[in-house]
C-alpha cells in the first residue's frame, strides 16, 4: 500500500489523538457522570475541529519539507476533502444517537458513558475497515467500481424509504437481544449488567443502557459501510484516510450533545 505516512507521522498522529481523549475522557469531567451542557459541547466541538485543522496545515508543513510543494498540496487537498465528507456523512450517527436515546429513556448524565465506547468502539472498527479496504484496492482496482454501485444503491434505498416512519422495537438485533437476555426494566446508573435477586439467588440481568449500547455499536457499522468506500473515492492513502475519519468521528460526541442541549432548549 503506497502511504504518506511513516513511523513518526503515526506516531504524532496517534499521540495527539490519545493526549485528547484523555483530556476529553478523564480531565474535564470525562471520567463522572454529568449533564454535559450546550456550553462544554459547544467548546470541546470547536477544539476538535480547530485540532483537525491544526493536523492539517502540520501535515501541510512537513510534507512540504519533506516531498515538496506538490506533494504537500495534494495529500493535504484530500485530507481536508476526506475530513469535510466523513464529517458530513457523520451526521446521521447524531441523528440515529438522538432516536436511540429517545427510544430507550436514556437519561442524559448517562448518556456520556455510552458514546465514549461508541466512538471508541467505532474508532477500532474503521482502522480494520480502512486497512482492510486499502489492501484490497491495491489488489483489485476494480474494487472502486464496486464501492461506487455499493454507494448508489445505497442513496436509492435511502429516497426511497425517506417517508417510511421506522418502528425501532421490530429491529431484528433488539428482538434477538430481549429474546436471549434478561433485561432490567430501570437503569441502574452507570453499570451494562447487574445482579438482581430472583427466586432466593442473585441472577446477572443486562441493563437499557447496554441494550442502547449495542445499537450504538451497530449503528455505526452500517454508517462505516456507507463512508468508508465514499473517502476512497478521494484517495486510497491509507494515513490521509484513516486521519480524516478519526478526527471526523472523535468530535461527534461533542457534536451531539450540543445538538441535544440546542433541541432542549
Not at 454535559?36 to 476538535?48: K, L, Q, T
Not at 443502557?209 to 455505526?220: K, P, T, W, Y
Request: aromatic content about 16%; proline content about 2%; overall charge neutral.
Amino acid at each position: 500500500m503506497e502511504t504518506i505516512g511513516n513511523v513518526w507521522m503515526w506516531s504524532a498522529f496517534f499521540g495527539v489523538v490519545l493526549v485528547m481523549l484523555a483530556l476529553d475522557l478523564f480531565v474535564v469531567g470525562g471520567g463522572k457522570s454529568h449533564r454535559v451542557g450546550v456550553r462544554e459541547a459547544a467548546i470541546w466541538s470547536v477544539i476538535w475541529v480547530s485540532l483537525a485543522a491544526a493536523f492539517g496545515c502540520a501535515l501541510w508543513g512537513y510534507l512540504d519539507w519533506n516531498m515538496g510543494r506538490e506533494i504537500a498540496n495534494q495529500k493535504t487537498l484530500e485530507y481536508f476533502t476526506g475530513y469535510l465528507i466523513e464529517k458530513a456523512l457523520a451526521i446521521d450517527n447524531v441523528f440515529v444517537w438522538l432516536m436511540l436515546f429517545s427510544y430507550f429513556g436514556v437519561p442524559r448524565e448517562l448518556q456520556k458513558r455510552v458514546l465514549v465506547y461508541g466512538v471508541l468502539g467505532a474508532i477500532v472498527l474503521r482502522t480494520g475497515m480502512i486497512f482492510a479496504g486499502a489492501w484490497l484496492i491495491t489488489q483489485f482496482s476494480w474494487l472502486l467500481y464496486v464501492f461506487g454501485l455499493f454507494l448508489l444503491v445505497t442513496g436509492v434505498k435511502m429516497w426511497w424509504f425517506a417517508d417510511r416512519e421506522s418502528d425501532l422495537s421490530q429491529n431484528p438485533l433488539l428482538r434477538w437481544l430481549r429474546g436471549h437476555l434478561r433485561i432490567s426494566q430501570d437503569f441502574h446508573e452507570e453499570r451494562f449488567f447487574v445482579r438482581l435477586p430472583e427466586g432466593g439467588k442473585l441472577v446477572r440481568y443486562a441493563t437499557p443502557l447496554f441494550l442502547a449500547l449495542v445499537l450504538v455499536e451497530f449503528s455505526d457499522i452500517i454508517f462505516a459501510v456507507d463512508s468508508i468506500p465514499a473517502i476512497f473515492a478521494i484517495t486510497t492513502d491509507p494515513f490521509v484516510v484513516f486521519s480524516s475519519n478519526a478526527f471526523a468521528i472523535l468530535g461527534l460526541r461533542s457534536l451531539y450533545f450540543l445538538l441535544a442541549g440546542l433541541i432542549d432548549r
